[in-house]
């Protein structure tokens, strides 16, 4: 038993002379390069560091923490890496973006022509009640206060269909600006010519 527990003792300490054995290098705020068997003081692990062994032989480098801009750069470096991913399960060639592009901006011609239409509608029924206003003008009665808040509500919806229309539009552009990038980025990706 005794032989055992000396040993576990002896190779106890080896363990820890080969852990004190270790130096670590680093530079300090002055610039000077300090070599410290205690580790390295927080202040400092961001520079870097580089761990050594009882020979003085570099056994790991630790690299100095990225800057503010290299780790902006990083982040874009992956955004875009997952951006490409996204471009790559949604399109196998140049040809599906542009078919996807020209799907959509179906859809949305189909929808600023119904939007038109109803527009459209909407200004003949008001031609229609201010033919019945102006009717009642000439037959010198008052316009009943029903068809004048009807012109006015009709007013109304047209505005509202115009600015819808006018975003229908701006969406449609915006897609064939998006599916433009798209198609340049995944013909760049697969290499295909444009």
């Keep these: 038993m005794r032989i ?3 040993v576990v003792l002896l190779l106890g300490l080896l363990g820890v002379t080969a852990a004190q054995a270790e130096l670590y290098r680093y530079v300090d705020d002055k610039g000077v390069v ?3 068997r205690h580790g390295v003081p927080p202040q400092f692990i961001g520079r870097g560091y580089e761990v050594l062994n009882d020979q003085g032989r570099v056994t790991q480098v630790i690299p100095p923490a990225p800057t503010a801009q290299e780790r ?3 982040q874009e470096a992956k955004a875009r890496a997952e951006t490409d991913a996204q471009l790559l399960r949604l399109y196998a060639s140049v040809a599906d973006v542009e078919r996807a592009k020209a799907r959509r901006l179906s859809e949305l011609d ?3 022509g119904i939007t038109r239409g109803n527009l459209q509608s909407l200004r003949t029924q008001q031609a229609n009640l201010q033919s019945q206003a102006a009717n009642h003008e000439r037959a010198g009665r008052k316009v009943p206060e029903q ?5 006015d509500n009709l007013a109304k919806e047209q ?3 115009k600015r819808d229309v006018e975003r229908y539009r701006q969406t449609r552009q915006q897609a064939e600006a998006s599916y433009g990038r798209e198609r340049e980025r995944v013909a760049e990706l697969l290499g295909q010519s444009e």
């Design 4 to 6: 055992w527990t000396r």
């Design 34 to 36: 300090v070599l410290d």
């Design 72 to 74: 902006q750069r990083m």
């Design 110 to 112: 189909s929808i600023i």
């Design 147 to 151: 068809l004048l808040v009807q012109i």
């Design 159 to 161: 505005a509202s269909l």
